[in-house]
């Protein structure tokens, strides 16, 4: 029971590390990495379809971004998609390929993106800790049920925390990682 209630917490805490990831891939560097472009979605035969599913996303160099539609009628709403998602990126049509320059970081917006990245660590952080609070009461539920022994209580919730701790670290280094990342001109 206690290892079912700790393997649950574990998949809670890592799924707060996943969104983190996932949030730091939209927050760009001023280089051009594909990733940025995964929340695009493109109308796709009246269906919103994500980017990569209806285009080949390469670097061209390190600002640049080669965006190639499997069809050549879908060029145009790939590049609406782009500018009108909240990137601020303006991409530019050369015949089948869309290129999609990397704009130059200013110090004030490399700031403000170090501020959003602080914002999304401390979501995850909130996530992992909500993650211990439902184990920690699952596990005085049991203990009210008589179901396991203080003991087994006490030592359960030290094994949350330790789970805790180790995804709470994560994200402080994924942190730390990216306002370097930000910061470097």
Not at 11 to 33: E, V, W
Not at 61 to 90: C, F, H, Q, Y
Not at 114 to 126: I, L, P, S
């Amino acid at each position: 029971m206690i290892e079912d209630i700790k393997k649950d917490a574990e998949k809670k805490m890592q799924k707060g590390l996943d969104s983190l990831h996932h949030a730091f891939n939209k927050i760009r560097t001023g280089r051009a990495h594909p990733a940025i472009l995964d929340s695009v979605m493109v109308s796709y035969y009246g269906q919103p379809t994500p980017l990569k599913q209806v285009a080949g996303i390469t670097v061209e160099d390190n600002r640049t971004l080669a965006v190639a539609p499997w069809e050549k009628n879908l060029v145009p709403t790939i590049e609406k998609a782009i500018m009108s998602s909240d990137l601020g990126l303006n991409p530019a049509t050369n015949g089948d390929i869309i290129r999609v320059p990397m704009p130059m970081l200013t110090e004030d917006t490399r700031r403000e993106m170090v501020k959003q990245a602080k914002a999304d660590a401390e979501h995850a952080r909130v996530s992992i800790r909500n993650a211990r609070r439902d184990a920690n009461s699952m596990v005085k539920d049991l203990l009210k049920e008589k179901e396991i022994t203080e003991d087994e209580e006490r030592q359960a919730e030290d094994q949350i925390q330790k789970l805790t701790d180790k995804h709470i670290a994560e994200v402080d280094k994924l942190l730390k990682a990216k306002e370097e990342d930000l910061m470097a001109v």
